[in-house]
């Protein structure tokens, strides 16, 4: 096994408190809507692609006015989460460091451009990331973006962590296996490794892992 792909949000952390904040203030003071959203509201939308998430929340709107409002929500969001106080998983910056030592780490986010580098930021495990990508940077979903990851970095062996079904299925996708992190924010179908905690990855014959 080469390389290590992660999901971000309900993977390496869980930043929807602080998401809503930063919507919720974009709504505000970028729109005339009278919505209020709670991080229990995100957790429900996050790994979707950004489309669909819009369409979730914003079902009021038509496509032209998502797109603006997109704008204003994410550029308030990739500010703000730079330095918020985001839910780290147990042991996920230790966890990150030391895997580090072994495989090349990946992120690959259904997220905009900007998200990531701000999750990086905020961690300062810059240093320990590989390189990265997601529909913003590139325009396609999470089973491409895998594919383009591996390509670029000339991987041919990797596992994926994620926490969704949507990761899943991606997963099937880019023809890679998946370990499922259960603490996160969804539930997928099927037999998977599983972790409960993010520092349980220390513990897994990853070498063994196959597709």
Same mark, same amino acid.
């Given at each position: 096994?080469? *390389?290590?792909? @992660?999901?971000? =949000? ?10 809503? $904040? ?35 929340? @914003? ?53 905009? %451009?900007?998200?990531?580098?701000? @999750? ?5 495990? *810059? ?8 529909? *913003? ?8 973006? $895998? ?19 949507? =990761? ?16 996160? @924010? ?10 409960? %905690?993010?520092?349980?990855?220390? %513990? ?8």
């Amino acid at each position: 096994m080469e *390389g290590i792909i @992660f999901d971000v =949000d309900g993977t390496l952390w869980d930043s929807t408190e602080e998401v809503a $904040i930063s919507w919720n203030r974009a709504i505000k003071e970028q729109s005339k809507l009278d919505k209020v959203l709670t991080a229990e509201e995100l957790q429900k939308e996050f790994g979707k692609p950004l489309e669909e998430i819009m369409a979730s929340l @914003f079902p009021e709107l038509n496509i032209d006015e998502r797109v603006e409002l997109a704008y204003h929500l994410y550029q308030y969001e990739n500010k703000w989460v730079e330095t918020a106080p985001c839910i780290l998983y147990h042991k996920m910056p230790e966890t990150i460091r030391t895997l580090s030592e072994v495989y090349k780490l990946f992120i690959v986010s259904n997220c905009q %451009s900007g998200y990531i580098e701000a @999750f990086l930021k905020n961690t300062g495990l *810059g240093d320990y990331i590989t390189d990265y990508t997601c529909p *913003g940077d590139t325009g396609k979903l999470k089973g491409e973006n $895998i594919q383009i990851i591996m390509e670029r970095n000339g991987i041919k062996s990797a596992v994926y962590v994620g926490d969704t079904q949507g =990761d899943a299925n991606a997963c099937k996708e880019a023809g890679i296996s998946m370990i499922y992190a259960a603490y996160g @924010f969804g539930q997928v179908d099927g037999e998977y490794i599983t972790i409960q %905690s993010f520092d349980e990855l220390l %513990s897994l014959d990853i070498e063994g892992i196959e597709k």
